[in-house]
């Protein structure tokens, strides 16, 4: 809805009816005679003299506060409001309403009788005037006296008006958030107030903040408004009559180029709004509208080229348009529009400043994030991110899944307190901490203890929560250890769900704590869900609340799909996030969900070898046989030669036993173990070495492979695709 301002002031005494900055047309009065008798009250456009004297100028025409003091019983109607259409075929009449300014236009001034304040001829002592009746079917413009035409807007009267009407449409403009508001607001407040119609075009691409623009200068039409052929009837107000199609509906072009040394560029570069009738303006508009459009612009001060400058260069321009059937613009309007192009320009510059902000802000929450959860053997992942709200879209919530060798996987969820890009910051350099720690596979205590140092190092109030845990889908056994983070909730598969008693330990930036790790059973077929505290506190409920609702939603969602049919993972995530209520969301949230399909006993295969010159001959009969047994003779040429190599180079090295595993999933893995710390680097034989090719075998044949440094030694790995 578009505000319309209205002024009740009084209007400056003895102002002229034709001054371009308003006022109310005044029904010229005819001299008194000298002894003529006092014409009657309520008779519109007569009022008594001044006291001091019979000058026309003492006499003062429809003002509130002389028709008061003369008629204290007299009902006036308040004027029309600015900018409010007129009821189609209202005709007011009354006694204290204005004269049609067709009369008005039409009889005209009394010529004066002479130089001098005179007095001159007036109607005969004692004879009543002829009462005056507002009884025109279109509403006159109150300044020019020509009739408007129903369901046209008024102008704005006085610079009372313009004052008003600015500041309704600043406070419009200045609600805008983003580009499209701002623009949107601009054309609303404007159309059908201010114009009959606005372009406004804005640079291609909108420089940001300090950017020096590249290449040459373009504007694009960003967005247009007209009065619309139908008008809410809603309002109380009703067309006459349908509107034809005006020759507005043409102007403008979806792109033009700003020629340096141009027309355009010349009045882009004066900055301050000029009217369309100017010969440079003139000139400047097939440029910007297109070539054969500048016709459809009315003729005479009907339009106005505003040139929208931000905080250091020119970044658009607005087209403001009147109709012919409308008055046209005047000087003072064209302050109205550097108004309105200031104020719309400056707003622009701050939102694309904001969105520039915003896109920086996601893509570092995007990059501290997983891009994707790894595909680990034996385990089934999926996750979910909400930022707290859309003006806090960065956090210090975050999860991870770090594979580990013997085809285990890390679980990893923490909290760093705050939403600011400090949070997102810290978040991101304590989980590159974590995946280096699991990258040397410590256990679970002691990677919450060097993330504990960590911490510390960052500064002294650097606080967070955090949750890991390492599932082994051979054992099927999970070891999870906590720093002040809520529990993690456990799915059966028989619909069961049971908040984990792990012990919650310190914060993570306490220092001086130890943590407590503890291993659980992992069945096949349960589901484990890590979550931060977003999901389960709020202002509405406290954490153990929350975390009780979790389980039974689980339980619930569990047995939708019935007993030995676990719901899927993405569905699950879903219906965890549809818990969260109107109030829920204080926090950002972090939701990692583990499904354990676990490796059967069967499809695994675990030998120890000594360290001898005999150990490669038995590691690859042992690796026939685990073939034959699975029916993959078809891979055995293949294994023996890759089992054979690097068990070879594992028992140069090794003083302890070596562990050859082999694994069947839907590839065939083989890992060796052994403990020198040392890993192997792939590198280019010479002709005269006699080793150093065993690697570029393995590299060649296998589909991945890799090595992995211990707590205890390394391992080596190597994959083959089945079939």
């Known amino acids: 809805m578009t505000e319309h301002p209205t002024s009740f002031d009084r209007p400056p005494t003895g102002g002229d009816p034709t001054d371009p900055r308003g006022a109310f047309p005044r029904t010229p009065v005819p001299p008194r005679a000298p002894g003529a008798a006092l014409p009657a009250q309520g008779r ?30 007299t009902h006036r109607p308040r004027p029309t409001p600015e900018g409010v259409p007129v009821q189609p075929g209202g005709a007011q009449t009354g006694t ?19 130089p001098g304040p005179g007095p001159g001829p007036g109607p005969a002592p004692g004879t009543p005037a002829e009462p005056q009746h507002r009884a025109a079917p279109l509403e006159p413009e109150r300044r020019t006296g020509r009739p408007t035409a129903p369901g046209r807007p008024t102008p704005m009267r006085r610079d009372g008006d313009r004052l008003r009407f600015v500041g309704a449409a600043t406070r419009r403009i200045a609600r805008g958030m983003d580009l499209d508001e701002i623009v949107m607001g601009l054309c609303r407040a404007t159309v059908p107030t201010f114009a009959d119609a606005i372009l406004v075009y804005l640079r291609e691409p909108l420089p940001v903040g300090d950017e020096r623009p590249t290449g040459p200068l373009v504007l694009r039409l960003r967005r247009t408004d007209r009065i619309p052929v139908e008008r809410d009837t809603e309002g109380g107000f009703t067309p006459a009559a349908q509107p034809e199609p005006s020759d507005l509906e043409a102007v403008g072009s979806e792109l033009c180029e700003v020629r340096p040394g141009s027309a355009l560029a010349e009045v882009l570069r004066g900055v301050r709004p000029v009217f369309t009738d100017t010969p440079a303006a003139r000139a400047a508009l097939p440029e910007l509208l297109g070539d054969g459009e500048d016709f459809a612009v009315p003729d005479g001060r009907r339009a106005i080229l505003a040139p929208l400058r931000g905080r250091r260069r020119v970044i658009g321009a607005a087209l403001f348009l009147r109709g012919p059937e409308r008055v046209a613009f005047e000087a003072d309007d064209l302050l109205v529009a550097a108004q309105l192009a200031t104020h719309s320009a400056l707003g622009i510059d701050k939102a ?44 210090g919530d975050w999860y991870d899944a770090i594979p580990l060798p013997g085809s285990r996987v890390a679980l990893v969820v923490g909290d760093v307190m705050g939403h600011s890009m400090t949070s997102a910051a810290i978040m991101g350099q304590l989980r590159t901490t974590a995946q280096t720690l699991a990258g ?58 049971e908040v984990l008693r792990v012990p919650a330990g310190a914060p993570i930036g306490v220092g001086g704590v130890d943590f407590e790790a503890v291993e659980l059973d992992a069945p096949a077929g349960a589901t484990l869900l890590l979550y931060t505290d977003g999901l389960v506190e709020s202002r509405l409920r406290d954490v153990w609340t929350g975390i009780e609702q979790l389980r039974e939603r689980l339980a619930a969602t569990a047995q939708l799909t019935g007993p030995d049919h676990p719901p899927p993972l993405e569905a699950l995530c879903d219906e965890v996030l549809d818990m969260l209520g109107p109030g829920d969301r204080d926090d950002d949230i972090a939701l990692l969900a583990a499904r354990f399909d676990g490796i059967a006993p069967s499809d695994v295969a675990y030998w120890f070898l000594e360290p001898e010159d005999t150990a490669p001959g038995r590691a690859r009969r042992l690796a026939r046989r685990a073939l034959a047994r699975w029916g993959m003779e078809d891979l055995t040429d293949s294994v023996e030669l890759l089992v054979s190599e690097v068990v070879t180079n594992a028992v140069r090295y090794a003083t302890k036993p070596v562990t050859l595993r082999l694994l069947r999933t839907d590839v065939l893995r083989c890992e060796v173990g052994d403990d020198v710390p040392q890993l192997p680097r792939l590198r280019q034989a010479r002709a005269t070495d006699e080793g150093g090719r065993g690697l570029y075998l393995v590299n060649r044949l296998a589909r991945r492979w890799g090595a992995t440094r211990l707590s205890t030694g390394k391992v080596v790995w190597f994959e083959l695709n089945r079939g």
């Open 44 to 73: 519109t456009g007569e009022t008594p003299p001044a006291a001091g004297g019979d000058s026309p100028d003492a006499f003062e025409h429809s003002q509130p506060g002389a028709e008061q003091a003369a008629e204290p019983a």
């Open 352 to 395: 694309v400043l904001y969105g520039r902000e915003a896109y920086i802000a996601d893509e570092l929450q995007r990059t501290m994030l997983p891009e994707n959860l790894p595909r680990c053997t034996g385990v089934r992942l999926a996750s979910r991110y909400l930022p707290a709200a859309e003006t806090a879209r960065v956090g």
């Open 96 to 114: 204290g309403a204005l004269p049609a300014a067709g009369a008005g236009a039409e009889a005209g001034p009394a010529p004066h009788p002479g």
């Open 440 to 497: 040397l596979d410590l256990p679970p205590q002691e990677v919450l203890h060097h993330l504990d140092e960590q911490a510390q190092r960052l500064g002294t109030d650097r606080m967070a929560t955090c949750l890991y845990a390492v599932y082994d889908p051979v054992s099927h056994r999970i070891t999870v250890a906590n720093a002040g983070h809520p529990p993690p909730v456990l799915l059966h598969m028989d619909g069961h769900a």
